[in-house]
């Protein structure tokens, strides 16, 4: 006929624990995030070593990227959307960095180009002086 069937008696030590679960899952959901200053200044000294380093006329686009997501970020975070702030701070950080970079390798090659230039002059006048 019927088994007499018994539940498993509940565990309080596991009932405790998944409670306490629960409640960190929450918190941590709730939690807002913290503005980002540090990542704010961090971003606003690469769009300024970016423009020292003459990317509005090496590499304008990536520095007009970054301004405008710096923009960007500054609106954010007077709108109190840290997260968003934070995204578009690190984004510009990375478009000021490349431009940067990018004006320092074309300001190299013009170098460079003016030594090849120099050299070839040199040699021209060489070969004349030897005739």
Do not use: H, P, V, W
């Given at each position: 006929?019927?088994?007499?069937?018994?539940l498993p008696k509940s565990n309080p030590m596991m009932h405790r624990i998944g409670v306490a679960a629960a409640a960190v899952l929450?918190?941590?959901?709730?939690?807002?995030?913290s503005a980002p200053t540090e990542q704010m200044a961090v971003?606003?000294?690469?769009v300024s070593n970016a423009m020292s380093a003459g990317g509005n006329q090496f590499a304008p686009v990536q520095t007009r990227s970054a301004l405008e997501k710096m923009e960007s970020a500054e609106r954010a975070m007077a709108d109190k959307d840290y997260e968003l702030a934070?995204?578009?701070a690190e984004q510009a950080e990375v478009d000021a960095k490349l431009a940067a970079e990018m004006a320092r390798s074309?300001?190299?090659?013009?170098?460079?180009?003016?030594?090849?230039?120099?050299?070839r002059v040199l040699r021209e006048e060489l070969e004349r002086q030897t005739k």
């Open positions: 006929m019927m088994e007499n069937t018994k929450f918190m941590a959901g709730c939690a807002s995030t971003s606003r000294a690469a934070l995204q578009l074309a300001k190299a090659q013009k170098a460079a180009d003016a030594l090849q230039e120099d050299i």
